[in-house]
């Protein structure tokens, strides 16, 4: 089992468009950073090399053409918002490559978007021309799943919703982790919690026993939606995982100097990163 960082960056990637700070203009590869996404890549039982993607941004195309991605089994969403929904539409082409639809899972909130934006692919029966667009299976993570902690096991690999806050949105993380004895020396059991500004009470058991935290991490200065720096160092030290590593990161931050400033056993993430394996 291996975690790959496809994304680490905000919904505005960095560099950004139109600016020249030190971080935008660095030639530092960590400082480029597409928007945030990742993949879990394992063998299942059957011998059969599976990829499951958290998330699909607008920068999937490239990120699965950068990383060598050969296919995609299923996507588990964590919230509705373009910079980690509006690359869907790229998927189609492992459908082709594999013969197989790819199944969706996510809350009501974000499963009702998906349906709206996509209703090319969701209702294609009403598409003017038979045009090539994904095949999809929704599954929708009910709210009592979610309140009960209740996972979705899909080819040994067990995600467990977990409920999170960005803002003022209820948002789903994800604890990640094989279903029985975890593989030696693996990053799992992993938490994936992306575009977290609180954790809510009902959420921390399930961040306990983590050999791996994936956390928001925006800039030092206060945001509404997004943990800061000190923030985000603050919950990962009550969580205690073994190791953590910061994504959703801002230009805000560059790299070498913000992970010379953080504490042992915390990393800032960073795209094509891989743990495990």
């Known amino acids: 089992m291996r975690f790959l960082f496809l994304g680490t960056?905000?919904?505005?990637?960095?560099?950004?468009?139109?600016?020249?700070c030190t971080v935008c203009t660095s030639s530092d590869p960590r400082d480029r950073r597409l928007r945030t996404a990742a993949a879990v890549l394992f063998e299942d039982r059957a011998?059969?090399?599976?990829v499951i993607l958290l998330d699909a941004?607008?920068?999937?195309?490239?990120?699965?053409?950068?990383?060598g991605l050969p296919r995609c089994d299923a996507i588990f969403f964590t919230h509705n918002h373009a910079d980690h929904t509006f690359g869907l539409d790229e998927v189609?082409?492992?459908?082709?490559?594999?013969?197989?639809?790819?199944?969706v899972y996510a809350d009501d909130h974000t499963m009702d978007h998906l349906h709206r934006v996509y209703q090319h692919i969701f209702d294609k029966d009403r598409n003017i021309n038979d045009s090539f667009v994904a095949t999809l299976i929704p599954f929708r993570i009910p709210q009592d799943a979610i309140d009960e902690a209740t996972p979705t096991v899909l080819h040994g690999i067990r995600?467990?919703?977990?409920?999170?806050?960005?803002?003022?949105?209820p948002i789903l993380g994800w604890r990640i982790e094989a279903d029985g004895?975890?593989?030696?020396?693996?990053?799992?059991?992993?938490?994936?919690?992306?575009d977290v500004s609180a954790v809510p009470p009902r959420a921390w058991p399930r961040l306990r026993g983590l050999?791996?935290?994936?956390?928001?991490c925006l800039r030092h200065?206060?945001?509404?939606?997004?943990?800061t720096v000190e923030q985000a160092v603050n919950i990962a030290s009550e969580v205690g995982a073994e190791r953590t590593y910061f994504v959703h990161m801002a230009h805000d931050l560059p790299h070498a100097q913000t992970q010379a400033s953080l504490p042992e056993g915390m990393f800032l993430a960073h795209d094509e990163l891989v743990l495990g394996g």
């Not at 189609?92 to 199944?103: D, L, P």
């Open 159 to 169: 995600f467990t919703p977990i409920p999170l806050l960005h803002g003022k949105l």
């Open 92 to 103: 189609r082409r492992f459908n082709a490559v594999q013969k197989s639809a790819i199944e």
């Open 9 to 20: 960056g905000t919904s505005a990637g960095v560099p950004m468009i139109g600016c020249a």
């Open 57 to 67: 941004g607008p920068d999937l195309r490239e990120q699965a053409l950068r990383s």
């Open 221 to 227: 200065r206060h945001h509404p939606t997004h943990l």
């Open 211 to 216: 050999r791996t935290l994936v956390l928001d």
């Open 47 to 50: 011998g059969t090399q599976r």
């Open 181 to 194: 004895d975890q593989p030696e020396g693996s990053p799992f059991p992993l938490a994936y919690c992306t």
